[in-house]
């Protein structure tokens, strides 16, 4: 059978079965020593770049003004972490869900995951219409491509009008290959999301956060975007709602894979909130002069219910490991408050927290950028500052 | 073997200043300068090379002719070859026309094993590039590099950073990797004997005739994302300091955060 947009050159196919095991939807087989093509095919390209003798073209439907308006729906790519949703994926949620009602469509999300099922629930109480659930033992552990190659069919195949996807190191790896694959624009690190003028429009920091730039794209669909946790606000969840369930069969073959996970190493602890999703980061930098004295954080961090964040210094001493890092070579964070201990607050560590909603600085040196952002600052020795707070504010929670 | 590592020349953001009356870049006198990222990019690069003996570095950015300076100084670290690829057509790119006019370059020099991007560059800190140009030319990625092992075999053995800790991978060539600067790293200036030895280097500069290619993707017009406005952002509140003995300036903190919604709403 021939498929609109794909074609096997004969001449070139030695039928090796490369494309058969790559496919994620399951949808070439090989027949008289040559790949055919079934209908169930995506367009997604997963085969294209496995075959080694560029044997397969894929020609996709050129966009015009006019087949624009078929692209409907918001949809967020929904990140999970031990089987559990992020704090993320709700944000976006929210967002999306905001975003669809301007614009009256619907709202889709897209998980892929060992077991998917279980979250469709809690993702529609935050305003999920419908969930496109991709279950594989192969899809525990996040791999590029076939994450890729799975989003890119499915976009294809249901046409939404915009995808939003996390900014975290998952969604900044696999948003571009998503977006490059589809040939449309994609805005990093979303701060803001509108409607305007029925266009996505993302507002984004750039200049290590010296100006805000307002972006569209709008000659092409999706309208894709990666959004900053912890900025979007996330709406009151209504567990009276459900979402409509579609589940989209997959066959993965690992052996197709050229990147092997060989260890997966946490260096958090269990039971400890990441700092991407905590609503208040005590960070603690150079001036901290040991790993030993990070101490005094960690028991601030816990009268307020707080996590311990650092500066880039303090992770090269050696003092914190490195997914303690908030900044441009780390994390990207934006709790309700951030409080900077002996952190000068270099551009590069301003990059990283500067949309936090309350800034505080304790810093011996009152010309350290730091203050220049900070909200509040305390000039003095955060070794007597800490403790005395910590007691401060023991007395103070208790009293409420 | 072949590597190819994809660098850009930035403003130094670190010395971007926003005028104060007016609220915009103050970008004269901001010196040009090689993306930190980039410049661990093309030691590691060098470094592997050094390695594996047998090998080449080539270094290529897609930027203005000014940017002949950030790639000498490339060579001047031990890559062998730069290739500037510079043409009025290209002004304007978004990180998708970027990455196609990058992708088209690399297939003109017609083989290679690794690419090597920075992570991200300071001035616009998408780190999309990289990914889009993986994607482009069919090859892996792997994204959040802070290690690379290489043995005589050719296999790869990468620390990836997670948000948790790290990954340790194994992969195979052709690839493309992002990398992140490792503990502790000072971008080091080349001494003098490196720099005039790069001036002996091959240097390449390629236009759009050169590269071939769809002319509409280049540019602006090749361009999926526009920039409508740019401003400053709305600054914030002055900064309140406190200045006291360590118990009063501990008291007014605490007064201060126990108002917090944070802490109140728990
Ligand atoms: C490519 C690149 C990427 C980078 N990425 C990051 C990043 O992701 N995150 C990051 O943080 N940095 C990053 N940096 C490094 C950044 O430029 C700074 O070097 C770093 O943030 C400095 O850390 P610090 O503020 O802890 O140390 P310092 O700059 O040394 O500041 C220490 C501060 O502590 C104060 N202090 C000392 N003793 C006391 C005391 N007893 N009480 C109170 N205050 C005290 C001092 O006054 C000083 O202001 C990056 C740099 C590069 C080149």
């Given at each position: 059978m021939k498929i609109l947009g794909i074609e096997i050159i004969l001449d070139k196919c030695t039928g090796c079965g490369l494309c058969v095991k790559v496919c994620p939807f399951a949808a070439v087989k090989i027949l008289n020593k040559k790949a055919e093509i079934e209908a169930n095919c995506t367009l997604c390209g997963s085969c294209l770049e496995v075959c080694k003798f560029d044997a397969i073209v894929i020609e996709r439907p050129k966009l015009s003004d006019k087949n624009l308006s078929e692209y409907k729906n918001v949809w967020i790519f929904v990140e999970i972490r031990e089987n559990e949703l992020k704090k993320v994926s709700l944000e976006l949620a929210s967002k999306a869900r905001e975003i669809a009602d301007t614009l009256g469509e619907k709202v889709g999300a897209v998980i892929l995951g060992e077991k998917a099922k279980h979250l469709c629930d809690e993702i529609a109480a935050y305003g999920v219409d419908i969930a496109y659930i991709v279950e594989n033992k192969n899809l525990s552990e996040y791999n590029t491509s076939n994450y890729t190659g799975i989003l890119t069919g499915?976009?294809?195949?249901?046409?939404?009008n915009i995808v939003l996807f996390p900014a975290t190191h998952l969604g900044r790896d696999l948003a571009p290959r998503v977006a490059a694959s589809l040939e449309v624009g994609l805005t990093a690190d979303c701060t803001g999301l509108s409607i305007k003028d029925g266009l996505l429009l993302q507002t984004r920091p750039a200049f290590g956060g010296n100006i805000m730039a307002d972006i569209i794209s709008p000659n092409v669909r999706p309208q894709m975007a990666t959004t900053r946790p912890n900025v979007m606000k996330i709406q009151k969840p209504d567990h009276s709602r459900k979402a409509e369930i579609i589940s989209i069969p997959i066959e993965l073959d690992p052996?197709?894979?050229k990147i092997i996970i060989k260890e997966v190493v946490k260096t958090t602890k269990a039971g400890v909130k990441s700092l991407d999703e905590a609503d208040i980061i005590i960070s603690g930098g150079r001036g901290m002069g040991s790993a030993e004295n990070f101490k005094i954080l960690e028991d601030l961090a816990k009268t307020i219910n707080g996590v311990v964040g650092a500066s880039r210094a303090a992770v090269d001493a050696g003092w914190r490991p490195r997914t303690n890092q908030v900044g441009q070579s780390g994390k990207t964070v934006s709790p309700k408050i951030y409080i900077a201990c002996g952190i000068s607050g270099k551009i590069q560590h301003q990059v990283g927290m500067k949309s936090s909603d309350t800034i505080i600085a304790i810093n011996t040196d009152r010309e350290a950028p730091i203050f220049d952002i900070a909200d509040c600052g305390i000039i003095g020795d955060l070794n007597e500052i800490i403790p005395a707070l910590n007691e401060e504010l023991k007395k103070n929670l208790c009293k409420n | 073997m072949k590597l190819i590592a994809c660098i850009k020349q930035v403003p130094d953001t670190?010395?971007?200043k926003v005028d104060p009356k007016t609220h915009t870049l103050i970008r004269d006198g901001v010196p040009s300068i090689l993306n930190p990222y980039d410049q661990f990019a093309i030691e590691e690069c060098v470094r592997i090379r050094d390695q594996i003996g047998d090998c080449s570095v080539s270094v290529l950015t897609m930027g203005p002719p000014q940017?002949?300076?950030?790639?000498m100084r490339c060579l001047a670290l031990g890559a062998d070859e730069a290739?500037?690829?510079?043409?009025?057509?290209?002004?304007?790119?978004d990180t998708w026309a970027t990455a196609y006019t990058l992708s088209l370059a690399i297939k003109k020099i017609?083989?290679?094993?690794?690419?090597?991007?920075?992570q991200q560059a300071i001035d616009g800190d998408t780190a999309q590039v990289g990914p889009e140009l993986a994607q482009q030319l069919g090859i892996p990625q792997v994204t959040y590099v802070e290690k690379i092992e290489i043995d005589n075999k050719n296999k790869l053995t990468i620390n990836k950073q997670t948000e948790d800790g790290y990954q340790i991978l194994e992969a195979k060539l052709p690839l493309l990797l992002t990398l992140l600067p490792p503990t502790s790293f000072q971008p080091e200036h080349p001494p003098m004997s490196s720099i005039l030895k790069a001036k002996r280097k091959p240097f390449n500069i390629w236009d759009v005739e050169t590269l071939g290619g769809d002319k509409s993707r280049f540019g602006?017009?090749?361009s999926f994302t526009q920039v409508i406005k740019t401003y400053t952002p709305p600054k914030r509140g002055e900064c309140e300091?406190?200045?006291?003995?360590?118990k009063e300036a501990a008291k007014k903190l605490s007064k201060i955060l126990c108002k917090n919604e944070a802490l109140t709403k728990r």
């Amino acid at each position: 059978m021939k498929i609109l947009g794909i074609e096997i050159i004969l001449d070139k196919c030695t039928g090796c079965g490369l494309c058969v095991k790559v496919c994620p939807f399951a949808a070439v087989k090989i027949l008289n020593k040559k790949a055919e093509i079934e209908a169930n095919c995506t367009l997604c390209g997963s085969c294209l770049e496995v075959c080694k003798f560029d044997a397969i073209v894929i020609e996709r439907p050129k966009l015009s003004d006019k087949n624009l308006s078929e692209y409907k729906n918001v949809w967020i790519f929904v990140e999970i972490r031990e089987n559990e949703l992020k704090k993320v994926s709700l944000e976006l949620a929210s967002k999306a869900r905001e975003i669809a009602d301007t614009l009256g469509e619907k709202v889709g999300a897209v998980i892929l995951g060992e077991k998917a099922k279980h979250l469709c629930d809690e993702i529609a109480a935050y305003g999920v219409d419908i969930a496109y659930i991709v279950e594989n033992k192969n899809l525990s552990e996040y791999n590029t491509s076939n994450y890729t190659g799975i989003l890119t069919g499915l976009i294809l195949k249901y046409k939404p009008n915009i995808v939003l996807f996390p900014a975290t190191h998952l969604g900044r790896d696999l948003a571009p290959r998503v977006a490059a694959s589809l040939e449309v624009g994609l805005t990093a690190d979303c701060t803001g999301l509108s409607i305007k003028d029925g266009l996505l429009l993302q507002t984004r920091p750039a200049f290590g956060g010296n100006i805000m730039a307002d972006i569209i794209s709008p000659n092409v669909r999706p309208q894709m975007a990666t959004t900053r946790p912890n900025v979007m606000k996330i709406q009151k969840p209504d567990h009276s709602r459900k979402a409509e369930i579609i589940s989209i069969p997959i066959e993965l073959d690992p052996k197709a894979l050229k990147i092997i996970i060989k260890e997966v190493v946490k260096t958090t602890k269990a039971g400890v909130k990441s700092l991407d999703e905590a609503d208040i980061i005590i960070s603690g930098g150079r001036g901290m002069g040991s790993a030993e004295n990070f101490k005094i954080l960690e028991d601030l961090a816990k009268t307020i219910n707080g996590v311990v964040g650092a500066s880039r210094a303090a992770v090269d001493a050696g003092w914190r490991p490195r997914t303690n890092q908030v900044g441009q070579s780390g994390k990207t964070v934006s709790p309700k408050i951030y409080i900077a201990c002996g952190i000068s607050g270099k551009i590069q560590h301003q990059v990283g927290m500067k949309s936090s909603d309350t800034i505080i600085a304790i810093n011996t040196d009152r010309e350290a950028p730091i203050f220049d952002i900070a909200d509040c600052g305390i000039i003095g020795d955060l070794n007597e500052i800490i403790p005395a707070l910590n007691e401060e504010l023991k007395k103070n929670l208790c009293k409420n | 073997m072949k590597l190819i590592a994809c660098i850009k020349q930035v403003p130094d953001t670190t010395e971007v200043k926003v005028d104060p009356k007016t609220h915009t870049l103050i970008r004269d006198g901001v010196p040009s300068i090689l993306n930190p990222y980039d410049q661990f990019a093309i030691e590691e690069c060098v470094r592997i090379r050094d390695q594996i003996g047998d090998c080449s570095v080539s270094v290529l950015t897609m930027g203005p002719p000014q940017a002949r300076s950030a790639l000498m100084r490339c060579l001047a670290l031990g890559a062998d070859e730069a290739i500037l690829i510079s043409d009025k057509a290209f002004a304007g790119s978004d990180t998708w026309a970027t990455a196609y006019t990058l992708s088209l370059a690399i297939k003109k020099i017609g083989f290679f094993d690794i690419v090597f991007c920075g992570q991200q560059a300071i001035d616009g800190d998408t780190a999309q590039v990289g990914p889009e140009l993986a994607q482009q030319l069919g090859i892996p990625q792997v994204t959040y590099v802070e290690k690379i092992e290489i043995d005589n075999k050719n296999k790869l053995t990468i620390n990836k950073q997670t948000e948790d800790g790290y990954q340790i991978l194994e992969a195979k060539l052709p690839l493309l990797l992002t990398l992140l600067p490792p503990t502790s790293f000072q971008p080091e200036h080349p001494p003098m004997s490196s720099i005039l030895k790069a001036k002996r280097k091959p240097f390449n500069i390629w236009d759009v005739e050169t590269l071939g290619g769809d002319k509409s993707r280049f540019g602006l017009d090749g361009s999926f994302t526009q920039v409508i406005k740019t401003y400053t952002p709305p600054k914030r509140g002055e900064c309140e300091l406190i200045e006291d003995n360590p118990k009063e300036a501990a008291k007014k903190l605490s007064k201060i955060l126990c108002k917090n919604e944070a802490l109140t709403k728990r």
